[in-house]
């Protein structure tokens, strides 16, 4: 009985702990002494064992076991025990979260992987090989873009193109099912990355890649990919993969077991395959103004709290509305956020895109949405440029981004129960960078955005001055005047840019001691070893970060 793959360690609490696997046929699968039994999705076989019972504050190596016989770790591996760190008392006030995004896979060609780069999570990986598990990270945050289903390898795209005579797909695309679940195993199967996801616990959140570039950028996108024959086989392979692979493993114990899709898959004997592609519509239908799926989730990391939103899939566009999330998300993420908020020392908000670019661009997108909303050649001509130039982060969804600004604002002014830190963690863009946010009223907070993209991935060289153009003071006071005359909100806020940005494949931490804060961004050497290259404080005072704790 053969592992296909994983483990991956998902969700961690102080007694629990979450393993996801996929395994070769349908099986009982085991992790100390916990068991769960397979679900079948398109003849492919996953498991989410929920182990329970562990001590608080401890380190529990495990073994996969399946059908009673040892599957993981691997006879020949070079690597340590994968191991379970719980969550405890003593780790309540400390904590080290990784995060990045864009993480494009090893692709075999010799010239493209040489033109890719190191990957920063695989030398990330080497180090903490070598590091005593107590300085292993708490969490690692994936945020958008872990497998690139529009932009195959070489070898990937020889492997359809021998299955796909007459199919009518796209050549460079995965479209079903199978070619979705071929791809995370060649995406998360290098030795590295299969390691470290099995011993580090992984909160992921989908962005476009996942999907297809600029997905539900506007509903004028929606209805020209609808129009295409192969995308609904391709939507609903996309969304019933990321549900599979990614999203249930982000949910806590008590949510999982009351979460009534994933209750109805553990019950259907045999494949669920049917019952999943109508899950898929029903997500698929949340841009469309129906009942659509929660992606987003909460963890709670001692007094640190991670609210991960979905600021793709959420997205409402029908009917003349454009939001980055529904009014439901919305009311939902403010519970979040405020939801005993004196217990919570720092916030971390994740989101694929990035609220805070730089602000020449911001400038940009905000002008191209009023002016797509225009009737006539003037609108078509600012939709296509939407869609040409990626004009989709939260800027671009004007109501959406002064309600995230406002709940940030009004949770960093509160007079005694403010956190320490609000940051948001993003990806997408291609290139680092810390911006501090100044709000034009007091607030108790730091508030910052963080972005670290890409993990793994090519930076053309055409954008890097545009981006370095969008921080410049002087650009930024002209787009500013520019997006006021066009007929944008004044900014309650303005943010300024600490670090970058940083071009190249990057990892980031933040690092959160009591209620000091900081943030790292490390980058590999050609020899695979990681070396800061920025280091910043976030809070007044904030110690350094020890050599092997980085």
């Known amino acids: 009985m053969s592992l296909v793959l994983g483990p991956v360690l998902r969700h961690?609490?102080?007694?629990?702990?979450?393993?996801?696997?996929?395994?070769?046929?349908?099986?009982?699968?085991?992790?100390?002494?916990?068991?769960?039994?397979?679900?079948?999705?398109?003849?492919?076989?996953?498991?989410?064992?929920?182990?329970?019972?562990?001590?608080?504050?401890?380190?529990?190596?495990?073994?996969?076991?399946?059908?009673?016989?040892?599957?993981?770790?691997?006879?020949?591996?070079?690597?340590?025990?994968?191991?379970?760190?719980?969550?405890?008392?003593?780790?309540?006030?400390?904590?080290?979260?990784?995060?990045?995004?864009?993480?494009?896979?090893?692709?075999?060609?010799?010239?493209?992987?040489?033109?890719?780069?190191?990957?920063?999570?695989?030398?990330?990986?080497?180090?903490?090989?070598?590091?005593?598990?107590?300085?292993?990270?708490?969490?690692?945050l994936l945020l958008g873009d872990q497998v690139y289903a529009d932009e195959l390898t070489p070898r990937a795209r020889r492997h359809l193109a021998g299955r796909r005579r007459g199919a009518g797909h796209p050549d460079d695309e995965v479209v079903s099912f199978d070619e979705y679940a071929s791809l995370y195993r060649h995406t998360w199967g290098d030795p590295e990355i299969r390691w470290i996801l099995s011993t580090v616990s992984t909160a992921m959140i989908f962005d476009d890649h996942d999907i297809r570039d600029d997905w539900n950028t506007s509903a004028v996108w929606r209805e020209q990919i609808n129009q295409k024959p192969w995308w609904r086989e391709r939507i609903r392979a996309g969304l019933v993969s990321y549900w599979v692979f990614q999203h249930l493993g982000n949910l806590d114990p008590a949510t999982l077991a009351d979460d009534p899709d994933y209750r109805r898959v553990r019950d259907i004997e045999g494949d669920c395959w049917s019952y999943l592609v109508d899950l898929a519509d029903r997500a698929d239908g949340e841009s469309d103004g129906r009942k659509g799926l929660r992606f987003s989730f909460r963890w709670d990391l001692g007094r640190a709290r991670l609210i991960m939103v979905d600021s793709r899939n959420g997205r409402i566009l029908a009917d003349g509305a454009r939001k980055m999330l529904s009014d439901k998300e919305f009311s939902w993420l403010d519970e979040q956020m405020n939801d005993t908020p004196g217990d919570v020392d720092h916030l971390m908000i994740g989101s694929s895109l990035p609220w805070l670019l730089p602000p020449v661009l911001g400038d940009a997108e905000a002008v191209n949405e009023i002016a797509a909303h225009r009737s006539g050649w003037?609108?078509?001509?600012?939709?296509?440029?939407?869609?040409g130039a990626d004009l989709e982060h939260w800027q671009a969804f004007g109501d959406s981004f002064d309600r995230l600004t406002t709940l940030i604002r009004d949770l960093a002014s509160q007079p005694t129960e403010a956190p320490s830190?609000?940051?948001?963690?993003?990806?997408?863009?291609?290139?680092?960078?810390?911006?501090?946010?100044?709000?034009?009223?007091?607030?108790?907070?730091?508030?910052?955005?963080?972005?670290?993209?890409?993990?793994?991935?090519?930076?053309?060289?055409?954008?890097?001055?545009?981006?370095?153009?969008?921080?410049?003071?002087?650009?930024?006071?002209?787009?500013?005047?520019w997006a006021r005359h066009s007929g944008a909100p004044v900014l309650p806020m303005s943010w300024t840019k600490e670090n970058g940005p940083i071009f190249g494949n990057t990892i980031a931490a933040v690092v959160f001691v009591g209620r000091s804060a900081r943030v790292l961004f490390e980058q590999p050497a050609d020899d695979g070893t990681l070396s800061v290259v920025s280091d910043i404080a976030l809070t007044a005072g904030t110690p350094a970060v020890s050599g092997a704790r980085r």
């Not at 003037?378 to 869609?387: N, P, W």
């Not at 290139?431 to 508030?447: I, L």
Request: glycine residues 6%.
């Open 378 to 387: 003037r609108g078509r001509v600012a939709e296509k440029i939407r869609q």
């Open 12 to 140: 961690v609490s102080e007694t629990t702990a979450s393993v996801w696997v996929q395994t070769e046929h349908a099986a009982d699968v085991e992790v100390l002494g916990c068991r769960a039994r397979t679900f079948e999705v398109h003849g492919s076989h996953f498991a989410l064992v929920q182990v329970e019972g562990l001590t608080p504050d401890s380190g529990h190596p495990y073994q996969v076991i399946v059908n009673n016989e040892q599957v993981w770790p691997e006879a020949d591996t070079a690597f340590p025990p994968s191991v379970i760190r719980t969550r405890g008392p003593e780790s309540e006030q400390n904590n080290r979260v990784v995060f990045g995004s864009c993480r494009f896979p090893r692709t075999e060609d010799p010239k493209l992987d040489d033109k890719l780069g190191i990957d920063a999570l695989d030398s990330y990986s080497t180090r903490l090989a070598d590091l005593p598990y107590d300085q292993w990270p708490d969490a690692l």
């Open 421 to 481: 830190t609000i940051t948001v963690l993003s990806g997408d863009v291609h290139h680092s960078y810390a911006a501090r946010v100044d709000f034009s009223t007091a607030v108790k907070s730091s508030v910052y955005q963080l972005v670290c993209s890409p993990v793994h991935n090519v930076v053309p060289p055409y954008v890097k001055p545009m981006f370095i153009a969008g921080w410049s003071s002087l650009l930024g006071r002209l787009t500013r005047r």
